[in-house]
T-cell receptor
Framework: QKEVEQNSGPLSVPEGAIASLNCTYSDRGSQSFFWYRQYSGKSPELIMFIYSNGDKEDGRFTAQLNKASQYVSLLIRDSQPSDSATYLCAVKERLFGSGTASKLTFGTGTRLQVTL | GAVVSQHPSWVICKSGTSVKIECRSLDFQATTMFWYRQFPKQSLMLMATSNEGSKATYEQGVEKDKFLINHASLTLSTLTVTSAHPEDSSFYIC????????????????FGPGTRLTVL
C-alpha cells in the first residue's frame, strides 16, 4: 500500500523564522508531489508542486525533492502568523493521466504554529 | 488558479433522508473529479474518483449504493448521500483535475470549499 508520512506536529516556529516541513513516501515510482495548506474548518489550498529533483521556489515557499531518498520538503521563509495551518503533502503516481491515474495519496498533515 | 465550487456549503438533515452535494468547475472542464471526506482532526479520505460519462471508481470500504456519484457533464459532479445517518456527518470536499499540456509539468488538483453535513 502506498504511504505518505508526515510528522503530525505541532511544529512551532517564531515569527520571521524558517519553517521546515518534511514528508516521506513509500512508492518509488511516484512522479509528482504537492503541498497543500489547510486552515481549520476549510478545504485544502494548493501551495505548490514539484516533480524534478532539487529545489523549486515560489515566493516565500521552497519545495525540495529527493527521489533517491523518497523525501520531499517544504520550507517557509519569514514565517507569519497567517501561515499557521495544517500542511498536507500529497503524492501522485504519474505526471499526467485521467481517472484514478491522477489520484493523490495524502499524508496526515503537519500542523504549523507560528508564534509572535 | 482554477476555481471549484460546492453547493451547499453546509446542510443539516434528519436521519434517513438523502442529501445531494454539487461540485462544479467554474472556469475549466474537468474530466476527473474526486470526492473526499474528512472527520474532525483527521486527514482527507478519498471516497471515489468521478469520471465524466462513466461510472465512478470507489475506494475500498466505501459503499457505492450509499454514496451515489454522477458526473454527467465536464463541469459538474454530484454526490448523493442516501439514507443519511449521524455517522455520515462529516466534511465532504470535492476536487477537480486540471490538465496541463504534456511536457509542461504535471496535472494538478484544486479543491472546492467543502460541504459540512450534519445528520440529526
Amino acid at each position: 500500500q502506498k504511504e505518505v508520512e508526515q510528522n503530525s506536529g505541532p511544529l512551532s516556529v517564531p515569527e520571521g523564522a524558517i519553517a521546515s516541513l518534511n514528508c516521506t513516501y513509500s512508492d518509488r515510482g511516484s512522479q509528482s508531489f504537492f503541498w497543500y495548506r489547510q486552515y481549520s474548518g476549510k478545504s485544502p489550498e494548493l501551495i505548490m508542486f514539484i516533480y524534478s529533483n532539487g529545489d523549486k521556489e515560489d515566493g516565500r515557499f521552497t519545495a525540495q525533492l529527493n527521489k533517491a531518498s523518497q523525501y520531499v520538503s517544504l520550507l517557509i521563509r519569514d514565517s507569519q502568523p497567517s501561515d499557521s495551518a495544517t500542511y498536507l503533502c500529497a503524492v501522485k503516481e504519474r505526471l499526467f493521466g485521467s481517472g484514478t491515474a491522477s489520484k493523490l495519496t495524502f499524508g496526515t498533515g503537519t500542523r504549523l504554529q507560528v508564534t509572535l | 488558479g482554477a476555481v471549484v465550487s460546492q453547493h451547499p456549503s453546509w446542510v443539516i438533515c434528519k436521519s434517513g433522508t438523502s442529501v445531494k452535494i454539487e461540485c462544479r468547475s467554474l472556469d475549466f472542464q474537468a474530466t476527473t473529479m474526486f470526492w473526499y471526506r474528512q472527520f474532525p482532526k483527521q486527514s482527507l479520505m478519498l471516497m471515489a474518483t468521478s469520471n465524466e460519462g462513466s461510472k465512478a471508481t470507489y475506494e475500498q470500504g466505501v459503499e457505492k449504493d450509499k454514496f451515489l456519484i454522477n458526473h454527467a457533464s465536464l463541469t459538474l459532479s454530484t454526490l448523493t448521500v442516501t439514507s443519511a445517518h449521524p455517522e455520515d456527518s462529516s466534511f465532504y470536499i470535492c476536487s477537480a483535475r486540471v490538465q496541463t499540456p504534456r511536457g509542461l509539468g504535471t496535472d494538478t488538483q484544486y479543491f472546492g470549499p467543502g460541504t459540512r453535513l450534519t445528520v440529526l
